[in-house]
């Protein structure tokens, strides 16, 4: 059935096998591993390397695979989340070419899937940008086909800040693009690592689409977000997005999770479900951070149990 995990962005300051041990001790499955370049965060929840996919030789590749044979928790995923499409050639080729490597990283350790963005030049219309990932993103998706690799692409529009205005930096922002994205690249392997919590604040419904695209869900992480009306009616949908809402752990926000878990389990899906924390009131010392996820697993305790 379903396997509820975490991902590791939100213990940037643990080593692999500090979250590893984390999740055995609060019973869960899975964990979503961040592969971020080593260097320098450019933004928040970035730059994070539980897993430094350059770096992986046989030793290596033994040590990750019996730690989690050992403490019973397996890596759902290998996450990295750049702007394949940025306006800047030199940082979209960057982009590209680590995803490459974090997918070949993936086939090294056995695990099935990698999540990313799609990206997005802010200042160009949905209708460009998808003629640039037409151009940039199949090379990709035949290459983690080639490896027996899923794509799961996160859902999150990327306009949290100004300088991701106007049109935000990921164009996988709604259904009617995912149709597009898929009609461009048929291959089962490329799908959604589905985030229902961005399509609440977007004024849709989080649920529907898990019926329409229930072959393309590859991976799923649990957000919530809170909406605030009033503040909404003031600002404007035009607004900065986070002038009227805010993310937040699962089950202190807007997401039906009934109803979400409700058509999980009709479309059969079978696989892990990845809490992300996102929620600035769980950010200010190590011990909350880890709250946050405590407390998130034992509200979604009622959907997926422990086995």
Same mark, same amino acid.
């Given at each position: ?9 939100? =213990?940037? !300051?643990?080593?692999?096998? !500090?979250?590893?041990?984390?999740? /055995? ?5 899975? @964990? ?12 928040? +929840? ?6 430094? @996919? /350059? ?8 040590? =990750? ?35 490459? /490597? ?6 090294? =350790?056995?695990?099935?899937? @990698? ?8 200042? =160009? %219309? ?22 027996? *690799?899923?794509?799961?692409? !996160?859902n999150c529009p990327m306009f949290f800040t100004n300088d991701e205005w106007p049109g935000g930096k990921n164009l996988a922002i709604s ?7 898929? %009609? ?9 690592? +589905? ?7 977007m004024q849709m419904d989080p649920v529907q689409p898990i019926y329409e695209f229930r072959e393309r869900l590859h991976h799923i992480h ?21 002038? +009227? ?17 409700? /058509?999980?389990?009709? @479309? ?24 946050? *996820? ?8 009622? +959907?997926?149990?422990?086995?």
């Amino acid at each position: 059935m379903l396997k509820l995990g975490f991902v590791s962005a939100i =213990l940037a !300051e643990n080593s692999f096998e !500090e979250v590893i041990d984390f999740a /055995a001790a609060a019973d869960f499955s899975c @964990v979503e591993i961040m592969c971020w370049p080593k260097g320098k965060a450019e933004r928040r +929840y970035a730059g994070v390397t539980h897993i430094d @996919v /350059a770096a992986l030789d046989e030793s290596q590749i033994d040590h =990750l695979r019996t730690y989690q044979r050992e403490k019973g928790v397996f890596v759902s995923g290998l996450g990295y989340y750049p702007n394949p499409l940025d306006p800047d050639d030199r940082k979209a080729e960057a982009a590209l070419s680590h995803i490459l /490597a974090v997918i070949d990283g993936a086939e090294k =350790l056995g695990i099935p899937v @990698v999540n990313t963005f799609v990206g997005r030049n802010p200042s =160009l %219309t949905i209708e460009d940008n998808l003629k640039l990932f037409a151009e940039r993103f199949p090379a990709v998706v035949r290459h983690a086909s080639k490896k027996g *690799i899923r794509i799961g692409i !996160e859902n999150c529009p990327m306009f949290f800040t100004n300088d991701e205005w106007p049109g935000g930096k990921n164009l996988a922002i709604s259904p009617a693009v995912w149709e597009k994205m898929f %009609t461009h690249i048929p291959d089962p392997n490329f799908g959604l690592n +589905y985030d229902p919590s961005h399509l609440v604040w977007m004024q849709m419904d989080p649920v529907q689409p898990i019926y329409e695209f229930r072959e393309r869900l590859h991976h799923i992480h649990l957000k919530d977000v809170k909406l605030y009306p009033e503040k909404l009616n003031r600002v404007g949908i035009l607004a900065n997005p986070l002038e +009227y809402h805010s993310p937040k752990i699962p089950g202190l926000g807007d997401v039906p999770w009934g109803r979400f878990f409700a /058509a999980l389990t009709d @479309v059969g899906y079978r696989g892990p479900c990845c809490i992300e924390v996102e929620d600035k009131a769980y950010e200010k010392s190590r011990e909350d951070m880890r709250m946050a *996820i405590l407390t998130a697993r034992n509200y979604l305790r009622q +959907y997926i149990p422990i086995e």
